[in-house]
């Protein structure tokens, strides 16, 4: 008996209630939010705040994109990781509450994993009109050193790789990296085969 | 463990004009090949205890003054892998429009009735067996702005995380019989042979008498990449 891949399917338009509800206001706790880590958690907090651009260059308003990163040690919260309990990795944030249609992230900036990569946190992105997920990364603009020798982006044409770093900002709140997704065009981000 | 890859066959194309939206959101430019790391090797755990104790009963779990309109469903089905080994103790999230074809979404502007009983959102957990099961109510088709007349099938709108960011997976369930879907461009926009594993059976076995009409729906993740592919 063969058992195949089930196809994916576009979310939709009408995800929020499902799977962001808190964020969107529904009465309907959400399994994960744009706050991946509170103030409890150890690490250098940062936020992550990006758009989702179309083809034609207008921000996305029913993207939803997920996160998963290591703590601030490089440990993920995973079966036979050195879990932080504290710390699940995992966050969720649709692009409809924003006026700007932003989506932004409260976490701690992940540590180096350990295994010869840089510093990175795992994207995904869903939206009505993606038949099927897509998979990116973040890296940071201050690990200059680090993504030097991190063999995913040596994987990435030279020319493509600056789509995926996250530019540093230092505002008055505090930690800003900014990263926005092009899902198409001159500056279409780099997605993986994953 | 690795995670074998997606199979590109079974998955639709990220661009398929005939459904519009795809056009200017899919990516155009060929995937980066990515060998697994930690990174995708891992991925967050949910379970029984991130559960309230009604989110896998969409009949009560929004319910204010009364019970939700529409045809009582039981929806059930395992979750494995391609070697069909159970998928255990992995979230399947779900959410659908009400008996009426609308969502609670306050983007969803259908002109049909909204349900003050019925929430459409949903969640629950697989068993030893990979097995997940929940109630609710028959979901209405709906129009969209798709094309001329253009009316989505029934369906359920799947989230399902697995044991690794790769073998995340968001899908829908349709129902057996549905005229719109050889109609309908995000049904049709699936390669064809894989179709009808988004299509759920009506099973007498799993309809509770006098109460719910019941419908499986089998859910086949990525699996280990140490096993052979079966064609
Ligand atoms: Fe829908």
């Not at chain 1, 958690?41 to 990006?50: A, E, F, K, L, P």
């Not at chain 2, 006098?210 to 140490?226: E, K, N, P, T, W």
Request: charged share 20%; proline share 8%; glycine share 10%.
């Amino acid at each position: 008996m063969a058992f195949r891949q089930t196809p994916s399917q576009t979310v939709g338009p009408y995800f929020a209630y499902g799977l962001t509800p808190q964020q969107y206001g529904y009465d309907f706790a959400s399994i994960a939010t744009p706050v991946v880590a509170d103030e409890t958690v150890s690490g250098q907090r940062i936020r992550i705040v990006g758009r989702v651009f179309d083809g034609a260059g207008a921000p996305v308003n029913d993207a939803m994109i997920e996160i998963w990163q290591a703590d601030g040690q490089g440990r993920y919260a995973a079966p036979g990781g050195a879990s932080n309990a504290a710390f699940r990795g995992f966050g969720r944030c649709g692009t409809g509450t924003d006026p700007q249609n932003r989506y932004f992230f409260d976490t701690v900036k992940p540590g180096a994993v350990g295994d010869g990569q840089a510093p990175h946190v795992a994207v995904t992105v869903f939206m009505r009109g993606l038949l099927t997920h897509a998979y990116t990364r973040i890296y940071f603009s201050d690990e200059a050193e680090a993504n030097a020798g991190d063999p995913v982006l040596a994987s990435v044409p030279a020319e493509r790789r600056d789509t995926l770093i996250a530019k540093r900002e230092e505002g008055d709140s505090g930690i800003v990296y900014r990263f926005d997704i092009h899902m198409q065009g001159e500056r279409e981000t780099v997605f993986f085969d994953v | 463990m690795s995670t074998s890859p997606r199979d590109w066959s079974s998955h639709p194309p990220y661009v398929y004009p005939d459904y519009k939206s795809t056009v200017l959101r899919g990516p155009t430019r060929p995937l980066i090949p990515l060998k697994h790391t930690l990174s995708e090797r891992t991925g967050p755990v949910y379970g029984h205890d991130s559960l309230g104790a009604l989110d896998n009963d969409l009949t009560r779990n929004g319910r204010r003054n009364g019970e939700p309109l529409g045809e009582r469903i039981v929806v059930t089905g395992r979750v494995t892998d391609e070697a069909g080994r159970p998928v255990r103790n992995t979230l399947v999230e779900v959410w659908q429009a009400n008996a009426a074809g609308r969502y609670v979404h306050k983007v969803d502007q259908h002109d049909a009735p909204l349900d003050p009983n019925f929430l459409g959102g949903g969640r629950c957990v697989t068993d030893d067996e990979g097995r997940y099961r929940f109630y609710s109510i028959k979901p209405g088709a709906y129009p969209w702005g798709n094309h001329h007349n253009a009316w989505r099938p029934n369906h359920i709108h799947f989230s399902l995380l697995g044991p690794s960011i790769a073998t995340r997976l968001v899908t829908q369930m349709y129902f057996p019989g549905d005229p719109l879907l050889d109609l309908d461009p995000i049904f049709q926009g699936t390669p064809e042979a894989a179709r009808s594993r988004l299509i759920s059976k009506f099973s007498i076995d799993v309809t509770e008498p006098s109460f719910a009409l019941g419908y499986v729906f089998d859910i086949v993740l990525r699996g280990a990449s140490a096993t052979p592919m079966e064609v």
